[in-house]
Nanobody, 118 residues
Framework: QVQLVESGGGLVQSGGSLRLSCAAS????????MGWYRQAPGMQRELVAT???????NYADSMKGRFTIARANAKNTVYLQMNSLKPEDTAVYYC????????????WGQGTQVTVSS
């Protein structure tokens, strides 16, 4: 009932920046948080950052100080500003909308590829 579409991925050099966007649509009545996860080839999907609709944020330790999550309520959009990118940040980045955060149902977008060259 919730649709998520990511955009903004691409190829960037080490040390560069990208801004990812996620547009949400559908029945958002049960959603109380949104966020970003990522998955590299052969790796588990891991937390990048989440933001509750009250504005509280949570970041994975490796992303603190480099990545920033923000939400634009008027457009049902969340952003991920990624700075000081490293080759190990290369992954497919997935947007999520969460019903009953943190232990509820996670809706997922299709993902957007981020590739950081050395």
């Amino acid at each position: 009932q919730v649709q998520l579409v990511e955009s903004g991925g691409g190829l960037v050099q080490s040390g560069g920046s990208l801004r990812l966007s996620c547009a949400a649509s559908g029945s958002m009545f049960s959603i109380n948080a949104m966020g970003w996860y990522r998955q590299a080839p052969g790796m588990q999907r891991e937390l990048v950052a989440t933001i509750t609709f009250g504005g509280s944020t949570n970041y994975a330790d490796s992303m603190k100080g480099r990545f920033t999550i923000a939400r634009a309520n008027a457009k049902n959009t969340v952003y991920l500003q990624m700075n000081s990118l490293k080759p190990e940040d290369t992954a497919v980045y997935y947007c999520t909308a969460i019903s009953g955060y943190p232990s509820g149902y996670y809706y997922w977008g299709q993902g957007t590829q981020v590739t950081v060259s050395s």
